[in-house]
């Protein structure tokens, strides 16, 4: 066997994946393969202006490495910087093996190993590894999502989609539509108006949008009055009860945070005309994601006017712009499809078993990290209401503790199975367009136990690694590899 662990991806969870395996699993070998020719993943594809966290860096930051840049919600830059010092500091970079792709993987019972199929530099290679762990994000690295629209090649404009921005690209002084309403497309309208002649966001529907501080002023105290690891903790715990607290408002009393998020954007914007027409969504708040605009940057350039909110739909481009259904015309220069990304499940490594290709989405999740039906893999799923890091960091640790039993009871292999039927659920229960455009790709969560994916962060850090893991899992001993329960 080549190494005993793979993980696939070197973003920020590969890197955090890594520090968890090399110090929770010392024993055990493994390697980073990263497709890329650069770490940090996310931070390092996306380069259109503005680009940033929407979460608070002290819970998408590491737990075992204080965030102590100065804001708190980051640019892609200072986050890059952060995942770079980290593989640094910790040793990690000597084991990321880059533009290495893994574009297969099967699983041999007999051999109890994977077999990953690569596309690297000197050309196909394989590898063989005891344990494979994907930590290659949620989103096709190749593809972004664009509807058709009608009538584009007539555009006499440029067009571009965010995750492909051209490293020239001019738009002083230009007429700038941007097309979403989104985390991107919310960060790219005031970071364009800055040199845009105009820019419009045109919205089929309204998001649920709300200001916080860019800058954590008791943060700021904190790390003066307090030793580093000892303020980035009181800071995280702080973050996380309030992003948990405010989720569950959300959930629970839709109507009050309705009028509460309402009232807080009509103050910003000083309109209730507008914020009805172009800020009351219909769906209610956490249904789809928040987003967050850190110093109402968005709503400061629509009140001076660098910025405008359009709800409509799009009829169809022209020579000069886009045809509204409303026959307005908006000129334009430039148009951004912020329409969002494609969803590709686990670095679109389709795995088999003892040459079967599994079918994800006949599979339950397991702890929100391992699948049934694939021995030995785990799949690296961060939350969608609060910071992707925390559920990353829990399928880090529960992944080592997982090896760990595996070793110390000579086992070769671990795979989760229910007990009895299990009733089933979508993987992530948002309404999100993008979401429910892919979930037919993704496995399937229980109702109930370690089945379920709770987006608790709270419940999770106290189940996720307490659990008997032999109440819901079947393991392969290492000698004479018969399928038995241990009772452990
Ligand atoms: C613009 C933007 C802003 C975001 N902001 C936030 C935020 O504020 N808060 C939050 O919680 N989340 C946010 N997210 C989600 C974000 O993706 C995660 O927070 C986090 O960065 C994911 O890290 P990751 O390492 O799991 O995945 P990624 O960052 O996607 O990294 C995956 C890595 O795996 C590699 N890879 C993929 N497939 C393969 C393969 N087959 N073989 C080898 N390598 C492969 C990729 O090249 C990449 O380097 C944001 C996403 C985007 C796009």
Redesign the pocket.
């Known amino acids: 066997m080549d190494v005993d662990v793979v993980v696939?991806?070197?973003?920020?969870?590969?890197i955090g994946a890594a520090y968890r395996l090399q110090t929770e699993c010392p024993d055990r070998t493994f390697a980073v393969?990263?497709?890329?020719d650069a770490?940090?993943?996310?931070?390092?594809l996306?380069r259109y202006p503005g680009?940033r966290?929407?979460?608070d860096m002290f819970t998408?930051g590491y737990q075992f490495k204080p965030w102590t840049a100065e804001k708190s919600i980051a640019d892609a830059d200072t986050i890059l910087g952060y995942i770079h010092e980290t593989a640094a500091e910790f040793g990690i970079e000597q084991h990321i093996r880059y533009r290495?792709?893994?574009?297969g993987a099967d699983w041999s019972s007999a051999d109890a190993q994977w077999t990953l199929r690569l596309e690297t530099p000197d050309g196909p290679r394989t590898m063989t590894c005891g344990f494979l762990y994907s930590?290659?994000?949620?989103?096709d690295?190749d593809r972004g999502h664009t509807p058709e629209f009608p009538g584009l090649e007539d555009f006499e404009g440029e067009v571009v989609h965010p995750q492909f921005w051209p490293e020239d690209l001019a738009y002083d002084d230009q007429r700038v539509v941007v097309i979403g309403s989104g985390?991107?497309a919310v960060t790219l309208v005031p970071a364009m108006a800055e040199r845009a002649a105009h820019v419009t966001m045109l919205q089929r529907s309204p998001t649920w949008i709300g200001a916080v501080p860019g800058r954590d002023k008791l943060a700021d105290t904190l790390r003066e009055k307090l030793p580093p690891k000892l303020a980035h903790r009181v800071i995280r715990a702080k973050n996380i009860l309030f992003t948990l607290g405010f989720y569950n408002f959300c959930q629970r009393f839709p109507d009050r945070a309705r009028s509460m998020l309402l009232g807080l954007t009509t103050k910003q914007l000083r309109d209730p005309a507008m914020v009805e027409e172009h800020f009351t969504p219909t769906y209610d708040p956490w249904d789809q994601r928040f987003c967050a605009v850190p110093d109402a940057d968005l709503f400061r350039c629509i009140r001076h006017g660098d910025a405008e909110v359009v709800t409509d739909h799009v009829d169809s481009f022209v020579p000069s712009g886009i045809r509204l259904k409303s026959g307005r015309v908006l000129e334009a220069d430039l148009v951004i499809t912020a329409t969002g990304?494609t969803l590709k499940p686990f670095?679109?490594?389709a795995p088999s078993v003892d040459g079967e290709t599994v079918d994800l989405h006949d599979q339950f999740v397991w702890q929100g990290a391992m699948l049934t039906g694939i021995p030995n893999f785990a799949v690296?799923i961060?939350?969608t209401n609060?910071?992707?890091?925390l559920r990353?960091d829990l399928t880090h640790r529960l992944v080592c503790r997982v090896l760990n039993h595996l070793s110390l009871h000579d086992l070769a292999a671990a795979e989760p199975k229910p007990r009895g039927e299990l009733e089933e659920r979508p993987l992530l229960d948002l309404t999100s367009g993008y979401i429910q455009r892919a979930i037919d790709q993704f496995p399937r969560q229980g109702d109930r136990g370690p089945w379920r994916v709770r987006q608790n962060y709270l419940i999770d850090s106290v189940t996720t690694l307490n659990r008997r893991l032999a109440s819901s899992m079947v393991f392969t001993p290492r000698k004479t590899q018969d399928v038995i329960r241990i009772d452990a």
């Open positions: 696939v991806g070197a973003g920020l969870s590969g393969l990263e497709a890329r770490m940090g993943g996310t931070w390092d996306f680009v966290s929407d979460s998408l290495t792709k893994v574009v930590c290659a994000g949620y989103f690295y985390a991107t990304l670095g679109g490594i690296c961060g939350y609060a910071s992707w890091t990353a």
